[in-house]
Nanobody
Framework: QVQLVESGGGLVQPGGSLRLSCAAS????????MGWYRQAPGKQRELVAT???????AYADSLKGRFTISRDNAKNTVYLQMNSLKPEDTAVYFC?????????????WGQGTQVTVSS
């Protein structure tokens, strides 16, 4: 079972940038597709971006061009570079690992890191 620890959140002004990191341990990193999700107060958790073990990335349509997901398999880490941040990007950001075993998808979550965009 993989364990995930996010870092890099904080307070940033509108228009600023942050890079989130998610360090994985306890399992073979490359068997997992990785993703970032976020949850704003009073809202459902939503997909931000995913990246396959081979590095293919996908994004929520509303975030394309501002956010970039990447992974370093040698460091067992996935990143989320966030640029041109807006107040509506304020949320807790969660790292996710997905592994498919047969017909079953297994999901693992980090504890989340708070991102606040405010002047």
């Amino acid at each position: 079972q993989v364990q995930l620890v996010e870092s890099g959140g904080g307070l940033v002004q509108p228009g600023g940038s942050l890079r989130l990191s998610c360090a994985a341990s306890g399992s073979i990193f490359t068997i997992y597709a990785m993703g970032w999700y976020r949850q704003a107060p009073g809202k459902q958790r939503e997909l931000v971006a995913t990246i396959s073990s081979g590095g293919s990335a996908a994004y929520a349509d509303s975030l394309k061009g501002r956010f970039t997901i990447s992974r370093d398999n040698a460091k067992n880490t996935v990143y989320l570079q966030m640029n041109s941040l807006k107040p509506e990007d304020t949320a807790v950001y969660f790292c996710n690992a997905k592994r498919v075993v047969g017909s079953t998808s297994l999901y693992y979550w980090g504890q989340g890191t708070q991102v606040t965009v405010s002047s």
